[in-house]
């Protein structure tokens, strides 16, 4: 049984720091690319960033770039957000997916998989 768990996120200070883990368990994942998404209130799921499991090549929202990083540990099969010069627009449910087939990172439609999201909240 595949399982995503997403943890790491709170409340934080506008500029301030956090980073999310995705732990990935159920599968081997090295063929997969893993995609973080958010949704705000009110707005539909946006793709933040994504990373090819195998190869580390990586892909960031222009909202982001800059500012988030994604990366993994393979011995740990886990996934990391680290999201620095946070604003209150990134205040949002943040979710954990894996695709194994995706040829287009941003849509959610091609992950197979998602984690149960965790909430970051900015506080200007």
């Known amino acids: 049984q595949v399982q995503l768990v997403e943890s790491g996120g709170g409340l934080v200070q506008a500029g301030g720091s956090v980073r999310l883990s995705c732990a990935a368990s159920?599968?081997?994942?090295?063929?997969?690319?893993m995609g973080w998404f958010r949704r705000a209130p009110g707005k539909e799921r946006e793709f933040v960033a994504a990373i090819r499991w195998s190869s580390g090549s990586t892909y960031y929202a222009d909202s982001v770039k800059g500012r988030f990083t994604v990366s993994r540990d393979n011995a740990k099969n886990t996934v990391y957000l680290q999201m620095n010069s946070l604003k209150s627009e990134d205040t949002a449910v943040y979710y954990c997916?894996?695709?194994?087939?995706?040829?287009?990172?941003?849509?959610?439609?091609?992950?197979?998989?998602w984690g149960q999201g965790t909430q970051v909240t900015v506080s200007s």
């Open positions: 997916a894996a695709g194994r087939w995706t040829t287009v990172p941003s849509r959610p439609g091609e992950y197979d998989y």
């Open positions: 159920g599968r081997t994942f090295s063929n997969y690319r």
